[in-house]
């Protein structure tokens, strides 16, 4: 069993930053990749970042490409999502995701995910 736990959310005004971090825990933890995906009120969950675990290649959406920067900690199983120039329409819960690898699709698929954190609030006044 692999438990992930995020933290970091908050609100912030328009522009400003947040770092989220997500922990991972559980007898052997190797995950094939890490990521963040979110869910604003009313709407579907959404990609936003992923890492491949091997060699910390990261994958973005368009729409948060260039304002946030994805890392991972390996001694600490963690990913850290650096949100700068947030924006009113990043409002939502964040959420963490790990992959085994088993069944991978696309690095912006829900589905390739495995383990899911609880999610943190994120919350941008304009």
């Known amino acids: 069993q692999v438990q992930l736990v995020e933290s970091g959310g908050g609100l912030v005004q328009a522009g400003g930053s947040l770092r989220l971090s997500c922990a991972a825990s559980?007898?052997?933890?190797?995950?094939?990749?890490m990521g963040w995906f979110r869910q604003a009120p009313g709407k579907e969950r959404e990609f936003v970042a992923s890492?491949?675990?091997?060699?910390?290649?990261?994958y973005y959406a368009d729409s948060v490409k260039g304002r946030f920067t994805l890392s991972r900690d390996n001694a600490k199983n963690s990913v850290y999502l650096q949100m700068d120039n947030l924006k009113p329409e990043d409002t939502a819960v964040y959420y963490c995701?790990?992959?085994?690898?088993?069944?991978?699709?696309?690095?912006?698929?829900?589905?390739?995910?495995?383990?899911w954190g609880q999610g943190t609030q994120v919350t941008v006044s304009s």
């Open positions: 995701a790990s992959s085994r690898g088993f069944g991978f699709r696309t690095w912006y698929s829900k589905s390739s995910y495995n383990d």
């Open positions: 890492i491949k675990w091997s060699d910390a290649t990261t």
């Open positions: 559980g007898r052997t933890f190797s995950p094939y990749a």
